[in-house]
Nanobody, 126 residues
């Protein structure tokens, strides 16, 4: 399976963006999917995860309120909506999928995931 992340770009503080993670090669409706990000000079960090069928979601503590993860299994796509963007949100955003373990989980560790997209860059600057 291949994951394609998109939706990044140059935005201003306060703007909103919706990232998309589209899967090809097979459907990933039965897999948990997560979003991570990596800011310049920093380690990759967990942002949010969603279980199969969207029954459960989990967010990193610092992301609650501004970030919303969702999925549309008919389109084989997972989304990450980010509102009120801040300069510190500048990063490459990656999506990842897990095809092992319980589909009801919301994994939050890099090592939990089996497939990764290539990342999409968002720069928040005025």
């Amino acid at each position: 399976v291949q994951l394609q992340a998109s939706g990044g770009g140059l935005v201003q503080p306060g703007d909103s963006l919706r990232f998309s993670c589209a899967a090809s090669g097979r459907t990933f409706g039965s897999w948990p999917v997560g979003w991570f990000r990596q800011a310049p000079g920093k380690e990759r960090e967990f942002v949010a995860a969603i279980s199969c069928s969207g029954g459960s979601t989990f967010y990193a503590g610092s992301q609650k309120g501004r970030f919303t993860i969702s999925r549309d299994d008919a389109k084989n796509t997972v989304y990450l909506q980010v509102n009120s963007l801040k300069p510190e949100d500048t990063a490459v955003y990656y999506c990842a999928a897990r095809d092992s373990g319980s589909c009801l989980s919301t994994p939050r560790w890099i090592s939990d995931y089996d497939y990764w997209g290539q990342g999409t860059l968002v720069t928040v600057s005025s």
